[in-house]
């Protein structure tokens, strides 16, 4: 496992909307880690916002910021078991599309 920097890189990098979901506001920075390996996804047309915490790597991180609120949009409105429904199938999407051996899935 590669060793964490021995400064912090500090550069942020910030993203703002408004609209359905009201103000919205999302900061993220690198600090000590070797890599940026968080995702987020802000939409308010869709009225959805999530973050998405890449602990092995960015690339889940990254695929569920991109994916998973298509999956969410797929199942209609948002219930229990259509957000459970959505995680599951962008689950397995993600589990299809890394490379083997991948530690993310």
Known sequence: EAMPLSA???????????GAMGRAA??????????????HFLSQDAGICGVFDGH?????????????????????EASRESLLRAFADCDRELKGALPAGSEAG
């Open 8 to 18: 912090p890189v500090t550069a942020t990098a910030a993203e703002s909307s408004a």
């Open 56 to 76: 092995l790597g960015d690339e889940a991180a990254a695929f569920c910021a991109e994916r998973l609120h298509l999956h969410v949009g797929a199942h209609g």
């Open 26 to 39: 999302v900061a993220s920075m690198q600090g000590l880690r070797n890599n940026f390996e968080d995702a």
